[in-house]
């Protein structure tokens, strides 16, 4: 790794305008969930660290979604190993920082609304049992043991005790911040990355809407945005939008226990269907509203609303938890999950462009994923073995032939 | 809740105020079949707020000025209901719309009951429009001050409304406070109906503007006003304080004593010029915050207006930058009641032209005249009566920036000066004010001031946009989404 650099340990802001070359050794593309891990991982290891974003810290998917870590939607493979690995690093890598985004073990239900579903969960978490997840069977009349206000017709559920929530808003802000303490770290906000630096094929920085900034490593954190900058670098990751939208009701007293969602919607996180699919999870936070997802859709980066969509969401939360059909609903938003054909994370060093790194792609879980994923990459970065092998997330998986070639 | 979708009309107005009044009227002149709706109960908004219509009372019109030009209005809508070219639904609220999914196709706009609906009123499900004019109005704008979630405290607009729709007094000694000419109103108002006020403390200084309440003359019916509000001011005793400020409000439980504290040149709190009075009652305005969220809805452009709130952008028809949407009134730039019958005029003519029907030229320069004057005079009362420049001072660490989330100065400036948000939604999303009911209505104007002192910059329209930008214009119950008629 290159040595230590000029620049100073807290910038909050750089003045607009051109600012002359600097240097970091790792600079990293995105301030969500994703790049901040990185950057504080980064830190730790006591690596200087540039972060480039263009809006704000969390502004892109990582507060457009629902903070939830699950192991509960996961079934055996590489996914669940990282998801198991990363609760560990939230649990005790982080587990000093857990109150600063309100990070709340209470468990996820899963619930099954016919006899053949219920017999599906059954067999679900047998599997998932040899996998390592903590799951029990509840059966019909102790559900509402667990959620006094669902509804009573349900026919069997699971309970998963290590599913987890947090604030993923906080967790990116208080990551960064946590990284300034660590060593040299410098934010650029409403800052675009616009291309990449190469010295051959190697990726040596990244050219932005204020100047150009060098570094030992890039690593590209850009979300859904992902392809854009691997194409910056000749190279093709598959990273795609799949659109969700959220219900936000009005603060409550509690009436949501567990993070609670229909047994289907582990089928709709496995689909690769583009078409609209929606299945129901519902939680509340601490703040007292509860949050009512979940839709996915392939419609590229549009944010339009869709009444049609929205409605269908309603009709299943309805269903689910009948004391919500009077309370209001207060706004909603739409976010952009960032993912890959074959429904895996980008992970690590790009061969094809040497000193390119990527962290994204976790599509729906990318706020559970982020911690695990973060330490994997900067303990692959800095010659360590990594505690997980994340060779199975490469980006040399993709297509050989670069964008240049074709 | 929710019915069917209407017929496709050629005119949906949002508002029946001052503005959406005249153009509903105005428009259905023109031959277009006009849906007006408007969340309140009866026509007249903000302004011309009324006993209930049903139950008449002699005095009708006591408090108001331009009384005339509402009855004439109403008169007017009347009788285009009679002929059926208006439908006219108040307790309507509109909580979405869609846009037009083609040129040639119509806005769908949906609707709910809102909290002023009476039982005899029939909302509409969701409404097919070719054209809307948007005429949301707008609201007091507010800064929070230690003490200003004590029960007692309220927006001068609030004061008023009590005052002028069930003649209920909100206290007994009061303070008026803030900044603007809309203060005097409703001092005087509350003197009228038997309230002794404290003071008016403007926290202007009123140099450069005439140093009196009479000044005002470039638009001589404002002028007229003035000279009445000075007499009235006169004939109650209330003292007019500029330069002042309420800086602090204390009582246990209620309302019981308010600091009066002079402010320096540069807007600062003067130390050492502390005054406590008693009272139960502490009237805030600082001056206005325009409704924007259905102007965001459609897309429109806006901008920051001389008061440094969020106004849209319109052309000389009142035409948004959005296709077939006219704005009016203070969604425009906040310039009182008679500019806003003005623009609303225009609008009605603008979509009546732009629909087909053949308008009135001279008409058109002489309403673009009055507006034009109007807003002259508007913008060199919001330079004489600006936000002071430095409100923060009077702040301390756990005063509630938003009341709605018990979100306080302290945690608000933890996430602009040690999570680096330097942006208001920034603020919003790490510290929660304007997340809870009123959904930043309130603490929105503060919230960005606030972000943006950190870097010692000017507003910009996104600081304001992202904190007024809903996804739905108002809540609307889990219920009504689930049951929702869609084409
Ligand atoms: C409705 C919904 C619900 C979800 N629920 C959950 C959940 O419960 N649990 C969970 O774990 N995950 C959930 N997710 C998924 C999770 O939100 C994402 O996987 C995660 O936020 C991705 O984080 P990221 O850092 O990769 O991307 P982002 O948060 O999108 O960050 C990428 C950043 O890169 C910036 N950027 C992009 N291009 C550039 C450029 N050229 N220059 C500079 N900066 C750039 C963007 O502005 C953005 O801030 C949900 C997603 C959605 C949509
Ligand atoms: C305290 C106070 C004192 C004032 N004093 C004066 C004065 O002395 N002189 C003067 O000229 N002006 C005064 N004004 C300003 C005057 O009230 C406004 O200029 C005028 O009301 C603006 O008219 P408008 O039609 O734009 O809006 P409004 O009168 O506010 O009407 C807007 C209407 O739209 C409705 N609406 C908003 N959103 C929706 C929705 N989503 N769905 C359905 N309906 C909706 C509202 O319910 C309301 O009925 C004062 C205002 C206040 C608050």
């Not at chain 1, 100047?211 to 859904?224: E, H, K, L």
């Not at chain 1, 567990?258 to 583009?274: I, P, Q, R």
Request: with cysteine.
């Amino acid at each position: 790794m290159t040595s230590a650099l000029p620049l100073p340990p807290t910038t909050p802001r750089v003045p607009a305008g051109p600012t002359t070359a600097q240097r970091a050794d790792v600079i990293v593309i995105g301030a969500g969930a994703l790049g901040a891990a990185c950057a504080y991982f980064a830190a730790r290891a006591g690596l200087s660290v540039l972060i480039v974003e263009r809006g704000q810290i969390a502004s892109g998917t990582t507060s457009a979604c629902e903070g939830n870590l699950l192991v509960s939607d996961k079934e055996a493979g590489h996914e669940l190993d990282l998801s198991l690995y990363s609760q560990r690093v939230w649990r005790e890598d982080l587990a000093e920082f857990q109150r600063l985004w309100e990070f709340e073990s209470k468990g996820g239900l899963v619930v099954a609304r016919t006899e053949t579903s219920a017999a599906n969960l059954r067999d679900l978490a047998v599997r998932q049992r040899d996998a390592g997840i903590q799951v029990t069977d509840v059966a019909a009349e102790e559900i509402s043991g667990f959620e006094p206000n669902i509804n009573p017709e349900l026919r069997g559920a699971a309970f998963y005790p290590q599913d987890a929530q947090l604030q993923p808003i906080l967790m990116a802000a208080h990551l960064i911040r946590l990284a300034r303490t660590l060593s040299p770290t410098s934010l650029l906000t409403n800052t675009e990355v616009t291309g990449l630096i190469r010295e051959g094929d190697r990726v040596t920085g990244v050219r932005t809407s204020r100047g150009d900034y060098s570094g030992g490593a890039v690593i590209n954190a850009a979300g859904p945005w992902a392809s854009t900058i691997a194409q910056m670098a000749d190279v093709s990751v598959p990273v795609l939008p799949r659109r969700g939208f959220v219900l936000v009701t009005e603060p409550l007293p509690k009436t949501v226990f567990h993070k609670v969602y229909a047994g289907e919607y582990v089928a709709a996180t496995l689909s690769s269907d583009g078409g609209l699919q929606t299945s129901p999870v519902i939680e509340g936070t601490p703040a007292g509203t509860v949050l009512i997802g979940s839709s996915r859709e392939r419609v590229g980066f549009d944010r339009t609303s869709s009444l049609p969509v929205l409605r269908q969401m309603a009709r299943e939360a309805a269903d689910l938890f009948p004391v919500l059909r009077k309370k209001k609903i207060m706004r909603f938003y739409a976010g952009f999950r960032p993912y890959c054909p074959d429904h895996l994370p980008v992970l690590g060093h790009d061969s094809r462009a040497p000193g390119l790194w990527h962290a994204g792609g976790h599509e729906g879980a990318g706020i559970g994923l982020s911690a695990g994923s973060a330490k994997l990459l900067i303990q692959s970065m800095v010659g360590e073995r990594p505690d997980l092998d994340i060779t199975p997330f490469t980006p040399d998986r993709f297509a050989e032939n670069s964008y240049a070639d074709r | 809740m929710v019915g069917p979708m209407s017929e496709t009309t050629d005119l949906l107005v949002v508002g029946a105020g001052p503005a959406g009044l005249a153009a509903a009227v105005t428009a259905a002149d023109h031959g277009l079949r006009v849906m007006l709706v408007d969340a309140g109960p009866q026509p007249g908004g903000q302004y011309w707020r009324h006993p209930d219509e049903r139950y008449p009372v002699a005095d009708e019109s006591a408090g108001h000025h331009g009384w005339k030009v509402l009855t004439k209005l109403r008169d007017r809508l009347r009788v285009h209901r009679g002929a059926g070219h208006i439908d006219y639904r108040p307790g309507t609220q509109v909580w979405f719309i869609e846009a037009p999914k083609t040129e040639s196709s119509p806005w769908y706009v949906y609707t709910t009951a809102s909290v002023e609906a009476q039982p005899d009123h029939v909302p509409t499900g969701s409404v097919r429009a070719m054209r809307i004019v948007l005429c949301p109005g707008g609201y007091d704008r507010q800064l929070p001050v230690p003490g200003w979630d004590l029960p007692g405290v309220m927006a001068a607009g609030g004061v008023q409304a009590l005052l002028k729709g069930s003649r209920t007094l909100a206290g007994r000694r009061a303070v008026v406070a803030g900044t603007g000419p809309f203060l005097l109103p409703v001092a005087v108002g509350l003197a009228e109906a038997g309230a002794e006020v404290v003071a008016i403390c403007e926290a202007g200084n009123l140099t450069g503007w005439a140093k009196n309440v009479t000044g005002a003359v470039q638009v001589p019916s404002k002028g007229v006003e003035g000279a009445e509000y000075a007499k009235a001011l006169v004939k109650h005793r209330i003292p007019y304080k500029t330069s002042t400020a309420v800086t602090r409000i204390d009582g246990d439980g209620q309302v019981q004593s308010a600091v009066l504290t002079a402010l320096d040149r540069r807007g600062r709190p003067r130390s050492g010029s502390e005054r406590a009075v008693e009272v139960d009652l502490v009237a805030f305005g600082w001056g206005f915050t325009p409704s924007m969220e259905l102007v965001q809805a459609v897309g429109a452009e806006t901008r920051i207006g001389s008061d440094e709130s969020l106004i849209a952008v319109v052309d000389d028809m009142q035409r948004s930058t959005a296709s077939r949407v006219y704005i009016a009134g203070e969604a425009t730039g906040v310039g009182g009641a008679m500019m806003a019958v003005a623009e609303g005029e225009l609008a009605g003519l603008g979509a009546a032209g732009d629909n087909g029907s053949s308008i009135d030229g001279a008409r058109v320069r002489k309403l673009r005249g009055i507006i034009r004057r109007s807003a002259a005079f508007a913008q060199a009362m919001h330079h004489a009566h600006p936000v002071p420049a430095r409100w923060t001072d009077w702040l301390t660490e756990d005063t509630l920036v938003c009341r709605c989330e018990e979100v306080t100065y302290a945690q608000v400036c933890h996430a602009r000066d040690d999570l680096s948000a330097d942006e208001a939604r920034s603020v919003k999303i790490l510290a929660r004010p304007g997340m809870g009911w009123c959904q930043g209505r309130v603490c929105g104007f503060a919230c960005a001031k606030i972000a943006a002192a950190n870097e010692d910059r000017d507003l910009s329209p996104d600081d304001l946009a992202r904190m007024s930008k809903r996804s739905l214009a108002t809540p609307v119950s889990l219920e009504d989404l689930a049951d929702l008629t869609l084409e």
